[in-house]
């Protein structure tokens, strides 16, 4: 009988775990597989806006993002990965709720992502982000299967949640409250 599952624990990612990645990835489908040399540069470059899950010295999961450049208040996320082992612990909202605290992401109001109509699980993870946010979810259309994948890739959503507040603004919040509290005790 096996014992309690161990919980995940999240971190942000090295150079060294782009081949962890990049074989995460590819036993995750739907997940398009990306080249080792993308997770390498999401790992590098990306690092402040990607994550990683680790339980017993292994990657069990990782969502990579960045901040949209003309919009930096808006984090994209483009990929969530979470390995069989992993599932059903709610791993992935952790980590979308881990790199919303992330310093990099202070400033996020909104969290975008691309979701196949069809990928039930990314749709039911994001209305959990945005249900604990506090915040709407909107979708539209974005890349087309014909115009944009040439028939090679189902059409992809563009989900945008928010706004929500930002973690400066819960810091400065908190602040408040607690200076509140202080001065009425």
């Known amino acids: 009988m096996d014992g309690p599952r161990k919980t995940a624990s999240l971190r942000g990612p090295t150079i060294d775990d782009g081949a962890a990645v990049n074989r995460l990835i590819s036993e995750c489908p739907p997940l398009d597989e990306n080249s080792l040399y993308c997770n390498l540069l999401q790992c590098d470059h990306f690092a402040a806006t990607t994550v990683v899950a680790e339980q017993d010295g292994e990657v069990v999961g ?3 993002g960045y901040l949209v450049p003309a919009q930096p208040d808006t984090l994209f996320i483009w990929q ?9 612990q709610g791993l992935a909202l952790r980590m979308l709720q ?3 605290e992330r310093p990099a992401c202070r400033a996020v109001r909104y969290m975008e992502t691309s979701i196949t ?4 699980a990314s749709w039911g993870l994001f209305r959990k982000l945005a249900e ?5 979810l909107a979708d539209s259309d974005w890349f087309d299967r ?7 890739h189902d059409s ?5 949640i928010g706004p929500f507040a930002a973690a400066e603004d819960r810091e400065s919040t ?6 509140d509290e202080r001065n009425t005790a």
């Open 98 to 100: 881990h790199l919303l």
């Open 80 to 88: 969530v990965a979470v390995g069989a082992a992993a599932r059903g």
């Open 156 to 160: 992809e959503q563009l989900v945008r």
């Open 132 to 136: 604990s946010r506090d915040a709407p």
């Open 174 to 179: 908190f602040k408040e409250q607690r200076n």
């Open 62 to 64: 990782c969502i990579s």
């Open 146 to 152: 014909d115009r944009h994948f040439g028939g090679a």
């Open 117 to 120: 109509p069809d990928n039930d």
